[in-house]
């Protein structure tokens, strides 16, 4: 049963990224384009997902999950530099394709090789990174 | 064009009421590259049926829709050197940070949680700089 509410939560993502745009990668450059033709539409898909989400949220309080124990628990408030570096190259390569990880799926069926390459290399960044983050740990030790 | 707006916020409460599902239901987070990120380095084995279900959907259900209307536009660029560069970006970027736009975005503003908030400053910060430079003043995408 879980795993079919998760397709079914897949597939309201991916019609929600088709429809808002988002899986169109000059929408989002388009929006990032401050000092260009800017484009506000991801704002209003954001402020969209926000409100079903906040309210969701509220819902939590003092209840439990239909089909599990219990909520995911509060995240510790730590901002270090794997959240701000982390969240810096995101965001570079998020700006030079266009695509972010949930828009680079629902879009790989119809964007070509292009798609398929760029997943490619998303999945190698995502393997490479604990052994990047322990380097960088052993060397933040070592200083 | 004012049709694009609505249609933006039409799929973001599409994609919201997803997210809304899966933590009342499920009770997870739907956070796109944690998903993904958990079933390619096995950190995610416990739960990977529910994992693999959820991207299977992500998948299907946008592919056959583009097909139900003819096709859906892209504008993936063809430089396969910036493909490769973006997902390299994305992906230890996404592992580094814990989350992308959906998981720090959309679930994690929602909760006004300071590291949805912290993250997606920094990832739109870097994003406008990364298409200036690339765009305007290098030309290059």
């Known amino acids: 049963m879980r795993t079919f509410v998760s397709f079914l939560v897949g597939s309201l993502f991916g019609l929600g990224l088709l429809i808002s745009g988002m899986t169109n990668t000059s929408k989002v450059q388009g929006w990032l384009d401050i000092f260009g033709d800017w484009d506000p539409t991801l704002a209003f898909v954001m402020g969209g997902a926000i409100i079903p989400m906040a309210i969701a949220w509220r819902f939590t309080i003092g209840r439990k999950p239909v089909l599990a124990d219990a909520f995911p628990p509060a995240p510790e408030q730590k901002l270090g530099r794997n959240l701000v570096l982390g969240s810096t190259l995101f965001g570079m390569g998020w700006g030079l394709a266009g695509l972010c990880p949930g828009p680079a799926i629902a879009s790989l069926s119809f964007a070509g090789p292009g798609g398929w390459l760029f997943v490619g290399a998303m999945i190698a960044g995502m393997l490479a990174a604990p052994s990047l983050r322990a380097r960088m740990d052993q060397r933040a030790v070592a200083v | ?141």
């Not at chain 2, 499920?26 to 958990?38: E, Q, T, V």
Request: glycine share 20%; charged share 10%; with cysteine.
């Open chain 2, 1 to 141: 064009m004012p049709i694009d707006w609505i249609m933006g916020l039409v799929g973001g409460v599409l994609i919201g009421t997803a997210a809304a599902i899966f933590l009342l239901v499920n009770g997870r987070i739907m956070g796109a590259s944690g998903i993904i990120g958990g079933l390619v380095d096995g950190s995610g084995r416990s739960d990977w049926q529910e994992r693999a279900a959820l991207i299977a959907g992500l998948f299907i259900v946008p592919g056959l829709a583009a097909l139900a209307m003819g096709g859906s536009e892209t504008n993936l660029t063809s430089n396969w050197a910036i493909i490769i560069a973006a997902g390299l970006l994305v992906g230890v970027g996404t592992r580094f940070a814990n989350g992308c736009t959906s998981g720090h975005g959309v679930c994690g503003i929602s909760r006004l949680s300071l590291r949805g908030i912290v993250a997606t400053a920094f990832y739109i910060g870097a994003g406008g700089l990364t298409v200036v430079l690339f765009k305007h003043i290098l030309g290059v995408i």
